[in-house]
């Protein structure tokens, strides 16, 4: 399964950007799902996750202005961010653990879209 992602870009702070990410290949549907982020000389770090079971988790504040969802019928997923700051500033990678249509599971990676939140 591949997964690109897209949506990254320029932004002024107090902006908002809607990552998405799209899965090819032998997909039926996600189990869990999360973006990731890397800032410059630091390491990946968890910003949100959707867990199999519909349950949302969020990292270092970012409950409140991050959203992430999926659409399984799309096999997209998306992050939904408010109010970025330049602390913001990353690469974002989206991860999803897939389901094949003969029960095979996987797990994923994006390729990583940049996000830069500057004035």
């Known amino acids: 399964v591949q997964l690109q992602a897209s949506g990254g870009g320029l932004v002024q702070p107090g902006g908002s950007l809607n990552l998405s990410c799209t899965a090819s290949?032998?997909?039926?549907?996600?189990?869990?799902v999360a973006w990731y982020r890397q800032g410059s000389g630091r390491q990946r770090e968890l910003v949100a996750e959707?867990?199999?079971?519909?349950?949302?988790n969020y990292a270092f504040g970012a409950k409140g202005r991050y959203a992430v969802s999926k659409d399984d019928t799309k096999h997209t997923i998306y992050l939904r961010m408010n109010n970025l700051k330049p602390a913001d500033t990353a690469v974002y990678y989206c991860w999803a653990e897939t389901i094949a249509f003969d029960g095979t599971q996987g797990r994923s990676w994006g390729q990583g879209t940049l996000v830069t939140v500057s004035s």
């Open positions: 290949g032998n997909i039926w549907t996600f189990n869990g």
């Open positions: 959707l867990t199999a079971r519909g349950s949302s």
